[in-house]
């Protein structure tokens, strides 16, 4: 078959295909990233996180603090302490500094396990955020991770973030409104209030 025949059949062939544009599916685009950063659920989360590791942190530096005054302590009136002064002294800061390592460790665990534990929340809130924007506004496509560049014709990561903020919005009016029911008795608020300090005393 010469080329003229492969060029004639292609042409018949041509006319009995449909042509699909990309415009009769309506395509949308998603930046994850910045949808997170912005959103205000992962803002509370943050604060939230912050609030719970605060105290343990100061405690961490407090113990620093107090194996550094110790360790300048030793420098200092090493020459002037009997022997067993002295290995009692270096023994006392070898153990501070095992237990210091120790909550270090155990804070860095507690705090990645709750960071993670919260942010898995938020991303299904995303997901279902995104799912939602994309039905209302009628969307057959709407692609996220691995998308290197998307126009602002297609990006709908501002829609996300308003739908989320108002998904907050409602939240904490619903949380106030319950608020503003009738309290119980004081023993519902001293459960409370010990679950707090819990919280807060734990090492």
Known sequence: MNTLS????????????????????????VNAVKVLDASPQAEQARATIEKEFTPRDKQLV?????????EDKLSKDSAIMSDDERNKMERDIINKKRDLKR????????????????FAKIQKEIVEAIQKVA???????????????????????????????????SSSSSSAGSGT????????????????D???NKK
């Open 198 to 200: 819990t919280k807060t």
């Open 62 to 70: 407090a113990a620093q603090k107090e194996i550094k005054s110790m």
């Open 103 to 118: 909550d270090q460790d155990e804070f860095r665990e507690d705090f990645n396990l709750r960071r993670n534990e919260e």
């Open 135 to 169: 039905k209302d506004n009628n969307y057959d496509i709407v692609l996220s991770d691995g998308v290197l560049f998307a126009s602002p014709k297609v990006d709908i990561s501002n829609l996300v973030i308003d739908y989320l903020k108002k998904q907050s919005s």
């Open 6 to 29: 492969r060029l004639l059949i292609l042409a018949c062939l041509a006319v009995f295909i449909v042509p699909v544009s990309a415009e009769e599916y309506k395509l949308g685009a």
């Open 181 to 196: 029911a009738p309290a119980k008795s004081d023993d519902s608020a001293s459960k409370t209030g010990s679950s707090t």
